[in-house]
Each structure stands twice: as C-alpha cells, then as structure tokens.
C-alpha cells in the first residue's frame, strides 16, 4: 500500500520492513528491549505531516499514532 503522499512511499515500504523483522524476530522471541526503527518512523511520520498539510487534508480531531505520540515537528 502507498503512502498518502508519494515522496513517503518509500520511507514507509522502509518502516514497514523495519518494524515486521523487529517484530518477528525480537518481540515475538520475546526480546522488547527496543524499537530499532523508531528513528525511520519518525521520518515517515515528518513526511507524511507534510504531505497532508500540502494536499490541505483536513485533520482535526486526528490523534496521531507512534513513539511517545510525538506528533510536534
């Protein structure tokens, strides 16, 4: 699936990835020591904002999902 805005499309085929090999093989072996893709999410996520404010999509009442709900960039 793409991303709501093209430019971000690969950074979230990248997340994605990220996130599915994190998860298969730490968490689920039970190792949640840590996310190592938080950093790529958060660049996905700038990209998206961004991509929302230039289509003008209209957001309000939104809550934004991810690390620590850090949705300030």
Same mark, same amino acid.
């Given at each position: 699936?793409?991303?709501?805005?093209?430019?971000?499309?690969?950074?979230?085929?990248? !997340?994605?990835?990220?996130?599915?090999?994190?998860?298969?093989?730490?968490?689920?072996?039970?190792?949640?020591?840590?996310?190592?893709?938080?950093?790529?999410?958060?660049? !996905?996520?700038?990209?998206?904002?961004?991509?929302?404010?230039?289509?003008?999509?209209?957001?309000?009442?939104?809550?934004?999902?991810?690390?620590?709900?850090?949705?300030?960039?």
């Amino acid at each position: 699936m793409n991303s709501v805005g093209e430019a971000c499309t690969d950074l979230k085929r990248e !997340y994605d990835q990220c996130f599915n090999r994190w998860f298969a093989e730490k968490f689920l072996k039970g190792d949640r020591s840590g996310d190592p893709c938080t950093e790529t999410f958060r660049k !996905y996520q700038r990209c998206v904002q961004k991509a929302i404010k230039e289509k003008d999509i209209p957001i309000d009442g939104v809550e934004f999902m991810g690390p620590n709900k850090d949705n300030s960039t």
